[in-house]
């Protein structure tokens, strides 16, 4: 079983519409999560981050963490085109070393 | 400013040769950071360096080595290449290590794609 489960989708949704992300952990000790987005060809990008459990907010960006389920999510509200793009879910104890998901593919038709 | 650069871009090898891939950062960070991403398989760290002198391995670090030549540049060497090394090779930077996210953000470099036949 992997540390972090991630749906590789692809994700397919029309411009404007509420989208929501999710990832999975098994590792408790985990306490950084944050969100990565990838453009097809580029290097990833860190989008959000949440230390512990609770929201954050980031324009039309949440990023919601519930460890007692071990459960994370992204939240994208009015999608745009410019949207589309692999996100990766990623989470840390601390330290070096990052685990990441293996990525949701988004795709938000105009 | 160019951030994380990485040459090459693209490189085909054969089974049993070498390479060594290039990384640079000007940005003046501390930590310095290797990765590969394969399909389904997300982004998983096969040696990092914490400051400029100092390399640890990640999660996968066999048929790799590393160089933290000074504090611009990180390499990683496959010295005899596997058709199992076939991926997108990802550097990153950050400038302290170790730290949390917000202090701590990682810089990806675009990429090497290599295919090993």
């Known amino acids: 079983q992997k540390e972090v489960e991630q749906d590789p989708g692809p994700l397919s949704v029309p411009e404007g519409a509420i989208v929501s992300l999710n990832c999975t952990y098994s590792?408790?000790?985990?306490?950084?999560f944050m969100w990565y987005r990838q453009y097809s060809r580029k290097g990833p990008e860190l989008l959000m981050y949440?230390?512990?459990?609770g929201n954050k907010e980031d324009g039309r960006f949440t990023a919601q963490v519930d460890k007692s389920s071990k459960y994370i999510s992204l939240f994208i509200r009015d999608s745009q085109p410019s949207d589309s793009a692999t996100y990766l879910c990623a989470m840390s104890e601390g330290g070096f070393k990052t685990i990441f998901g293996a990525g949701t593919r988004l795709f938000v038709k105009a | 400013n160019a951030g994380v650069t990485q040459t090459p871009k693209f490189q085909v090898l054969k089974t049993g040769q070498s390479m060594t891939l290039q990384c640079a950062q000007d940005m003046n960070h501390n930590s310095m950071y290797w990765y590969r991403q394969d399909p389904g398989m997300g982004l998983r760290l096969i040696y990092y360096?914490?400051?400029?002198?100092?390399?640890d391995k990640g999660e996968v670090p066999n048929g790799y080595n590393v160089s933290r030549l000074n504090k611009r540049e990180f390499s990683l060497r496959l010295e005899s290449a596997a058709p199992s090394q076939t991926s997108v090779y990802f550097c990153?930077?950050?400038?302290?290590?170790?730290?949390?996210?917000?202090?701590?953000?990682?810089?990806f470099g675009p990429g090497t794609r290599l295919t090993v036949l």
């Open positions: 360096s914490a400051s400029e002198g100092t390399t």
């Open positions: 949440t230390y512990s459990s």
């Open positions: 590792n408790s000790a985990f306490q950084y």
């Open positions: 990153a930077s950050s400038e302290a290590g170790g730290g949390a996210p917000s202090t701590d953000t990682q810089y």
